[in-house]
């Protein structure tokens, strides 16, 4: 297998409700990633950029976020993009990177 062959695996940090105090209020009714900017929420615009990775295979988020709060958009987004999106929720926050230990 070719290194132009390998499957690429993008991990995307979403953080957690525990942190974020300086979005409030904003942040108290939905979860700071899912928040509009530019018309989309803030996290499809990374994983937009993800979808221009040559042989992406998957993308997880990873954060502390109840999966429920993320399941419709990963699964839209997930048809969307024709790539498979899935959302890691930490057991508990691990802090910036603490998630790619997942």
């Known amino acids: 297998m070719g290194i132009s062959d390998e499957k ?3 991990v995307i940090m979403v953080g957690g409700p525990t942190k974020g ?5 904003l942040s ?13 929420p803030m996290v499809h615009h990374p994983i937009s950029a993800c979808k221009r990775i040559p042989n992406l295979a998957q993308i997880y988020l990873v954060g ?19 790539v498979p999106v899935r959302y890691l929720r930490e057991d508990k926050p691990h802090g910036s990177a603490g998630g790619l230990t997942l």
């Open 8 to 10: 690429v695996v993008a």
């Open 21 to 25: 105090t300086r979005f409030r209020p």
């Open 28 to 40: 108290l009714n939905i979860p700071k990633p899912l928040f509009p900017l530019a018309g989309q």
């Open 64 to 82: 502390f976020y109840e999966e429920r709060e993320f399941a419709m958009y990963v699964s839209s987004i997930s048809t969307e993009l024709r």
